[in-house]
Nanobody
Framework: QVQLVESGGGLVQAGGSLRLSCAAS????????MGWYRQAPGTQRELVAT???????TYADSVKGRFTISRDNAKATVYLQMNSLKPEDTAVYYC???????????WGQGTRVTVSS
């Protein structure tokens, strides 16, 4: 099993920055891709960014140029640096990791990000 603990959410004004962290524990040697998703009220959960074990990244078009995903494999932690935040970035942000032994992967509990205008 893998346990995920997220941190770093909060309230920020538009144009501000936040850094999210997600620390994994348990069977961390089995972790492949790590990523961040978000879900705003009344919407479906959507992909924000992913990063492979080899540091290959993908981003949603809506966050390209503003958000940066990174990972520290030694610490089994994935980060999301969010700059130039907009009110439409307001959502609960979830960390997800893909592992070799579980098709659905593992999700964190979510951390709330609120961007005021």
């Amino acid at each position: 099993q893998v346990q995920l603990v997220e941190s770093g959410g909060g309230l920020v004004q538009a144009g501000g920055s936040l850094r999210l962290s997600c620390a994994a524990s348990g069977s961390i040697s089995s972790i492949n891709t790590m990523g961040w998703y978000r879900q705003a009220p009344g919407t479906q959960r959507e992909l924000v960014a992913t990063i492979t074990r080899g540091d290959r990244t993908t981003y949603a078009d809506s966050v390209k140029g503003r958000f940066t995903i990174s990972r520290d494999n030694a610490k089994a932690t994935v980060y999301l640096q969010m700059n130039s935040l907009k009110p439409e970035d307001t959502a609960v942000y979830y960390c997800k990791v893909d592992v070799s032994f579980r098709a659905l992967g593992y999700w964190g509990q979510g951390t709330r990000v609120t961007v005021s205008s």
